[in-house]
């Protein structure tokens, strides 16, 4: 008996067996300890619970991104739209302004004739301007509720960097 105890206590030192009669199991494999720190990890519940971004919401994050990208890439050219028309109404409004009152009804000049021409384009580019305008700031609202949301639920949040790489290398990008 004594003989199998110090054959005991020998392996326990050696590591080949534990005091409390179990194997010793070879080291973990590095994926083993990548498993037991994803168990670790403590991810939301809800988007703005404590805890770090889930990979789907860090994918909902570039999407979400990806979105505000277009839209605001939409709303800068139809800012350039306004920005043109709105400089054309102003030019054609003062050309107006200046020339007002200084023909006749009965006037049949070329001078007459461009007025007339400018009067009527001035006339047609008000509807326009309000068109673009009402269009702009139809799209600007949506814009800032997801610039909104996008600031609460994905920037400067936590989230761990292999989620946010495996999220980048299956989008092709990251926010």
């Not at 670790?40 to 789907?56: C, D, I, M, V």
């Not at 007025?115 to 269009?135: F, G, S």
């Amino acid at each position: 008996m004594q003989k199998i105890s110090l054959t005991l206590g020998f392996l326990a030192l050696a590591g080949i067996i534990s005091p409390c009669g179990i194997h010793a199991a070879t080291p973990p494999s590095p994926d083993a300890e990548v498993d037991v720190d994803r168990m670790a990890r403590e991810y939301r519940e809800k988007p703005n619970s404590p805890g770090a971004l889930t990979k789907e919401m860090i994918e909902a994050c570039v999407v979400l991104k990806t979105d505000m990208e277009k839209d605001m890439e939409q709303l800068d050219n139809l800012r350039e739209e306004l920005g043109t028309l709105n400089n054309e109404v102003k030019e054609l409004g003062a050309y107006l302004k200046n020339n007002k009152g200084q023909f006749d009804e009965n006037d049949t000049s070329a001078a007459r004739a461009e007025y007339d021409a400018k009067v009527k384009e001035y006339n047609a580019r008000i509807p326009l301007l309000k068109e673009k305008t009402k269009m702009y700031q139809d799209m600007i609202k949506p814009y800032k509720e997801k610039e909104v949301k996008f600031e609460q639920n994905c920037n400067n949040q936590p989230y761990y960097e292999d989620d946010y790489k495996a999220i980048e290398e299956k989008m092709g990008r990251g926010i």
